[in-house]
């Protein structure tokens, strides 16, 4: 398949920012350095799916949706992405080691619509920092769901010289371009000095249990396949809601029984995040 940044794109040939600065900008610059708090009350960045919500036309960025924001940017293969990756959703086995991590979102088009079928393909370091260039190990792909959801259960990638903490991804609707690009972590202190982190490919994390969860909602530019995002499929959970240890709910036709305290937010329904929801 052709990638459409190959060779590595040139930082210069991205299109010029407009001048000001905006909201959404505040925000991510905020999170270079300081970690995010729970979703729970506060501000945070706005996922792509909440914009659709509303019923906003998009431009290709990621992560939040607002008018005039520059594409979607693209960034460098690196010199550790091997083709023919195993079709997977999980990179971990047991027993590996390194702090669990779940990243899920949509993938959207430009219409706020989502991309079903879109190829994710995943890469990223072990936890000591190293890439596995024999093998396939942290290394994956898998496509979106009719909604345009996905998910990925791996490590939080180590650390090596020069680079901040960062997963890598190709992701490509059917018979369109491929967007390569990665995904970093906020808080964390090299993101100030990697020549190669923007705040814009920010995922929004948080620790629950002994792992972290991060959501990150790609927006391709190309145009959706469904005229609306998928609404929950019903139950008694709720957004906005405060849930104590013990508590159950329906979500989707299954009961669910809350491990941990926590305020209910958009995006971490009790099928998202198995770290607060067991289900019965």
Known sequence: MT?????APDESAQPPEKSGIRR???LKAALVA?????LVGGTTPVLARDQARRGGKLTPTPEACDPGDPPTRQQ????????????????VEPGTPGTRLTVSGYVFGLDCRPVPNALLDFWQADVNGAYDNYGYRFRGHQYSD?????SLQTIVPGLYPGRT??????VQAPNNPILTTQLYFPGEPRNNTDTIFHPSLLMTVRDVGGGREGTFDFVLNVRGQDPDPPDPPGGTWAAGT??????TVTYGGTT???????????????PNVPALWQPL
């Open 256 to 270: 669910y029984r809350c491990l941990q305290a926590h305020t209910a937010s958009s995006g971490w329904e009790p």
């Open 165 to 170: 903490r960062h997963i890598h991804v190709k």
């Open 242 to 247: 405060s849930y104590q240890a013990g508590d």
């Open 24 to 26: 959404k900008s505040l």
């Open 146 to 150: 009719a909604q345009g959801r996905f």
């Open 3 to 7: 990638d459409q940044d190959n060779p």
């Open 34 to 38: 300081a970690p995010l708090p729970l």
């Open 76 to 91: 460098t293969e690196g010199p550790y992405f091997k083709p023919n990756s195993p079709q997977r959703s999980s990179l």
